[in-house]
């Protein structure tokens, strides 16, 4: 079955950075384009940024454009956000995505930027 786990969440100043990995497992990971969402309290989740199967290919939210980077390790099924510059308005849960036949999401991480 598919699973999708994220880590590398946590507690980070203002300015500081985190790196966030998704490991995949269940289906061919290196078929398939990959994304970030995210939701703070009280907001729909929304897309932080996107990548294709190869990596040839990336997009990015407004809000992240310039501080963080999406970038993809096919050989360990892994996906990977790194947020740098944070921002107290980046605290949320982060989520990775993939959609075959029907989307499937990760437990999330948390990650709260706060002095």
């Known amino acids: 079955q598919v699973q999708l786990v994220e880590s590398g969440g946590g507690l980070v100043q203002p300015g500081g950075s985190l790196r966030l990995s998704c490991t995949a497992s269940g289906f061919t990971f290196s078929n398939y384009a990959m994304s970030w969402y995210r939701q703070a309290p009280g907001k729909e989740r929304e897309l932080v940024a996107g990548?294709?199967?190869?990596?040839?290919?990336?997009n990015y939210a407004d809000s992240v454009k310039g501080r963080f980077t999406i970038y993809r390790d096919n050989a360990k099924n892994t996906v990977y956000l790194q947020m740098n510059s944070l921002k107290p308005k980046d605290t949320a849960v982060y989520y990775c995505k993939v959609r075959r036949n029907v989307v499937y999401w990760g437990q999330g991480t948390q990650v709260t930027v706060s002095s």
């Open positions: 990548i294709t199967n190869t990596g040839g290919s990336r």
